[in-house]
C-alpha cells in the first residue's frame, strides 16, 4: 500500500512565524502535490512537483513556497504565516506518467494549522 | 476555465437505499473521472476511474456512469450503510496537466 505521512498532524504557529510542513512518500512517485482544503472552498492546489527540484505553481501559491530535495519528500514553506493561512493542509503523490496517465493521488493525513 | 459541480453540498439517505451523488463539469472533455471518499480530519481516498469510452464501472456496491454528451458523472451506492457517511469527491484531469482538479464534495449521511 502506498503510505503518504505528513510531519504534525496539528500545528499551532504565531503570524509572523515561518511554518515548515514536511510530507514523505514511499511509493517512489514522481508527481507530489500541496493543498490546502477550506469549508465551502473544497481542494485547492498550492504547488506541486514532477520531479525533485522541480516546482510548479497551482492556483493559490502567494505565500507559500515549497522544497523538493529528494524524490519521497516534498516540503511547503510558509515564509510568514498569516492568519488567512489557517487551514487544513493536505500532500498528496502520483506515479505520474508511469501510471498510465491517470494520476490516480494517493493523500496523506493531513495538517490542521491554527496560525494564531 | 473549467468548472466542476457536485449536486449538492449534503445529502441524507436511510439505511439501504440507493445513494446517488452527481458531478458536472463545464469547460472540458476530459479523458477519465475520478471519485475519491473523504472522512472527516482525513485526507481523500480514491475509490474509482472512470474513463471517456467506459459508460459505467462497477465496485462492489460502487457504481459509476459517465455521460460524455452531458457532461456529467452519476456516484451510485447501492443498500447504503452508515458506514458510507463521508463526503465524496469528483475529480478531473486538468486540461493540459498531469494533475487534478477536485469537486468541492457531497457529504453523505446514511441515517439507520
Known amino acids: 500500500d502506498v503510505k503518504v505521512t505528513q510531519s504534525s498532524r496539528y500545528l499551532v504557529k504565531r503570524t509572523g512565524e515561518k511554518v515548515f510542513l514536511e510530507c514523505v512518500q514511499d511509493?517512489?512517485?514522481?508527481?507530489m502535490f500541496w493543498y490546502r482544503q477550506d469549508p465551502g472552498l473544497g481542494l485547492r492546489l498550492i504547488y506541486f512537483?514532477?520531479?525533485?527540484?522541480?516546482?510548479e505553481k497551482g492556483d493559490i501559491p502567494e505565500g507559500y513556497s515549497v522544497s523538493r530535495e529528494k524524490k519521497e519528500r516534498f516540503s511547503l514553506i510558509l515564509e510568514s504565516a498569516s492568519t488567512n493561512q489557517t487551514s487544513m493542509y493536505l500532500c498528496?503523490?502520483?506515479?505520474?506518467?508511469?501510471?498510465?496517465?491517470?494520476?490516480?493521488?494517493?493523500f496523506g493525513p493531513g495538517t490542521r494549522l491554527t496560525v494564531l | 476555465s473549467q468548472k466542476i459541480e457536485q449536486n449538492s453540498e449534503a445529502l441524507n439517505i436511510q439505511e439501504g437505499k440507493t445513494a446517488t451523488l452527481t458531478c458536472n463539469y463545464t469547460?472540458?472533455?476530459?479523458?477519465?473521472l475520478q471519485w475519491y471518499r473523504q472522512d472527516p480530519g482525513r485526507g481523500p481516498v480514491f475509490l474509482l476511474l472512470?474513463?471517456?469510452?467506459?459508460k459505467e464501472k462497477r465496485k462492489e456496491r460502487l457504481k459509476v456512469t459517465f455521460d460524455t454528451t452531458l457532461k456529467q458523472s452519476l456516484f451510485h451506492i447501492t443498500a447504503s450503510q452508515p458506514a458510507d457517511s463521508a463526503t465524496y469527491l469528483c475529480a478531473l484531469p486538468r486540461s493540459g496537466a498531469n494533475n487534478l482538479f477536485f469537486g468541492t464534495g457531497t457529504r453523505l449521511t446514511v441515517i439507520p
Open positions: 511509493m517512489d512517485h514522481e508527481n
Open positions: 512537483s514532477y520531479d525533485v527540484k522541480m516546482k
Open positions: 469547460n472540458y472533455s476530459p479523458a477519465y
Open positions: 498528496a503523490s502520483s506515479f505520474g506518467l508511469a501510471g498510465g496517465g491517470t494520476d490516480t493521488q494517493y
Open positions: 472512470i474513463r471517456e469510452n467506459e
